[in-house]
């Protein structure tokens, strides 16, 4: 037997009044969702209490229970960039924004990729001023080429030191209502404003102004995390496998849970990924291993990002190029569960913490077809804590 998890990250939705007060998986035609009906219901991936995100979302997925393996987000991306922390130290999420007149227009600073996220964090990183007060934090900045970097720094206590702001949870704001707070505070402020003021004016950014894009002109801390632990997804139960996605958050949970982690070349995070290398390389891992899962951002990213249309045709594209040809692709026995890690609502471009529309499709069963959406899924069956989904898929006990 084989094994696929397709997250579908953000998918789920509430009503919305330009739908006639339908979801966006229930207004859409999604034909190879539907066939994922064997087993229909809703999980509460999110622990009452627990922040929603990806992060405790997908950790409670593959089975670690986030109130036990969660230390905070950043360490699960840092392990994704094999960044790993020593102890006593604390990592944090580094983004490229997008500020204009004190408001916070982009958690990813319109997107931006490649080498001009690699120079601006370079700029910056060289900066005498900013480097200066960089040392004295200890601080050390792992550059990528995307708008997610990673800063590691020694903080014996890291909740006292800083509380911060996600923000993608804070877009069209003042940033000044959002600044970091505690004892580190000021120093973390003062990295903000010395970034702004190297990075507003760089070449860079007039470019990608004057061609219409946000300017990636200021970084924000945040998701700040002591280094994480988890225990092998293979010991726990007896299925190797690996994991395909864009994003270092699903890198670094794959990598702590011993899961091999397969990149594919274009799968970017946005609507225009790579979706079929990753159905490809789906197959190809199923050939070595009993269980792929493959996680498609770009329905999330497209929720913050406001844009009704764009999430629509996120979740068209996730039903076409992904469902539909793994439906086919896989030439062994498989059961293939698809979800949404957590709601993300285009109301409030934030996530949310109500249970996800989750499906189970199984090849030995005869096809059927049961519309897949919020709705229909509240009629299955209710799964009470994400970490009973593994064994759900695997059709064991739970352990
Ligand atoms: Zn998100």
New binding site residues.
């Given amino acids: 037997m084989k094994y696929i998890l397709v997250i579908g990250?953000?998918m789920a939705d509430e009503p919305i009044a330009a739908l006639q007060n339908k979801t966006p998986l229930e207004s859409l035609s999604l034909p190879h969702f539907d066939r994922v009906s064997h087993v229909l219901g809703k999980a509460q991936t999110v622990p009452a209490g627990v922040a929603p995100?990806?992060d405790t979302a997908i950790l409670n997925i593959f089975g670690y229970d986030p109130r036990t393996y969660y230390t905070g987000r950043s360490s699960l991306e840092a392990a994704g960039m094999g960044v790993f922390l020593n102890p006593g130290e604390v990592s944090l999420r580094v983004n490229l924004c997008a500020v204009e007149e004190g408001v916070i227009l982009s958690h990813n600073g319109g997107n931006i990729e490649g080498e001009e996220a690699v120079t601006l964090m370079e700029t910056l990183v060289g900066d005498p001023r900013f480097a200066e007060k960089a040392e004295k934090l200890q601080l050390r900045i792992h550059i990528t080429p995307t708008f997610r970097h990673i800063g590691v720094f020694r903080c014996e206590d890291a909740q006292a030191a800083f509380t911060l702001t996600p923000p993608?949870d804070v877009l069209g704001d003042p940033i000044e209502k959002h600044l970091p707070q505690g004892t580190l505070s000021k120093e973390l402020t003062e990295l903000m404003l010395i970034s702004f003021e190297v990075l507003d004016s760089h070449p860079i950014n007039q470019t990608r102004r004057s061609e219409g894009k946000l300017p990636a002109n200021m970084i924000w801390p945040w998701a700040e995390a002591r280094a994480a632990q988890l225990p092998s997804f293979k010991e726990k139960y007896g299925k190797s496998g690996a994991v395909i996605s864009a994003v270092p958050l699903l890198h670094g949970i794959a990598g702590l849970a011993g899961l091999d982690v397969r990149m594919v070349e274009g799968a970017n995070g946005d609507l225009d990924t790579n979706y079929e290398g990753k159905v490809a390389a789906a197959v190809e891992q199923l050939q070595n291993h009993d269980f792929v899962c493959v996680h498609v951002?770009a329905p999330?990213?497209m929720?913050?990002a406001g844009s009704m249309e764009k999430k629509l045709k996120a979740i068209e594209y996730l039903n076409e190029r992904v469902v539909g040809p793994l439906l086919e692709g896989v030439k062994a026995d498989f059961r293939l569960l698809l979800l949404s890690d957590?709601p993300?609502l285009l109301a409030t471009r934030?996530?949310d913490g109500n249970a996800v529309p989750f499906g189970i499709y199984d090849s030995r069963e005869s096809e059927k077809a049961v519309k897949f959406c919020e709705k229909t899924c509240d009629a299955g069956i209710f799964v009470d804590n994400g970490d009973k989904l593994m064994p759900l898929l695997f059709e064991q006990e739970e352990n």
Avoid: V
Wanted: aromatic residues 0%; proline residues 0%.
């Fill in positions: 990250d953000g995100g990806s993608h951002e999330d990213e929720s913050h957590h993300t934030t996530h």
